[in-house]
């Protein structure tokens, strides 16, 4: 008989909503590459490549954080006790090996680049964690790849609006990742982690995490002024910036965990819609 409850449990431990954005960029990358949507084929792999990517890196940071999540989020399903850390384990395991099959269909260099990645999001959970500002740029150099595997999935890679757009990724995710560290002191403080937040002060932190979102914005106007993409765009992605400078300063001035974690889904969803709109918006208008 099934027991809902570990369903449940396994799923929130792959947390689906940050794997599907992983897709999505996957997919995002493949439309600014051609000009137009991928074939189902292309569409479908490169979607499975980054959210089993994305998914693995999801359930290890649960197994290693399981003292951090006792004090940060002690509902979560390894934490409570819902998922044995062994489950967990096969879980990803699963999950890993899924997304190499599909890499296998894509490409060599898909399956390179996805063993490449995957070794980083383990170090990550393991190690590079703890080494603060070093495994955000780890992390954040993952989620902006997706962008270039998007390319790759279609043959286009170095097409220069997909490299912008990884770029913009990158800056983006890099800012969340500090952003999300500052609502993690406590927890990271018992893991040894040497954050920006613990170094120099949560406030601080999200001042830096708002330069790097402001960093994404000025380059996202970049694809407009070489001719890459017209008007549809710009108005798209001038609006998606407004949401997240808006956004961004409520961030600062959150004064909870609770409320700062809500802010950046926020900031993590809109961006990411606003982006993935903006793209589309391209060839259909």
Do not use: H
Not at 27 to 53: D, K
Not at 73 to 86: E, F, N, Q, Y
Not at 157 to 180: D, Q
């Amino acid at each position: 008989m099934l027991n809902y409850r570990k369903i449940k449990g396994l799923i929130e431990l792959l947390r689906p909503e940050l794997p599907f954005a992983a897709g999505i960029c996957v997919i995002i990358g493949e439309i600014i590459a051609l000009g137009r949507f991928p074939p189902f084929p292309e569409l479908f792999l490169g979607f499975i490549w980054g959210f089993f990517l994305s998914g693995s890196a999801m359930i290890l940071n649960d197994v290693f954080d399981i003292e951090v999540d006792r004090v940060n989020v002690p509902d979560r399903p390894i934490a409570s006790g819902l998922i044995s850390p062994t489950a967990a384990i096969v879980f990803a395991i699963v999950v890993s090996l899924l997304g190499l099959v599909a890499s296998f269909f894509i490409g060599k260099l898909a399956v390179l680049l996805y063993v490449i990645f995957w070794v980083i999001g383990f170090s990550y959970n393991w190690k590079l964690k703890e080494r603060g500002f070093f495994g955000n740029l780890f992390v954040s150099s993952s989620v902006g790849i997706t962008i270039i595997l998007g390319g790759i999935a279609v043959g286009e890679p170095w097409n220069p609006a997909v490299v912008i757009f990884s770029a913009m990724v990158f800056l983006f995710s890099l800012g969340e990742e500090i952003a999300a560290d500052a609502m993690d002191i406590e927890g990271d403080k018992k893991r040894n982690v040497k954050s920006i937040p613990i170094l120099i002060g949560r406030k601080n932190a999200l001042y830096i995490s708002f330069s790097l979102f402001a960093a994404e914005i000025v380059l996202s106007f970049l694809p407009v002024i070489l001719g890459l993409f017209g008007t549809s765009y710009l108005i798209i992605i001038s609006l998606t910036d407004i949401l997240v400078l808006f956004l961004g300063i409520n961030l600062i001035k959150s004064q909870t965990t609770k409320t700062g974690l809500s802010y950046i889904r926020k900031l993590y969803l809109g961006a990411l819609s606003g982006m993935f709109l903006s793209v589309i918006s391209t060839i259909i208008i």
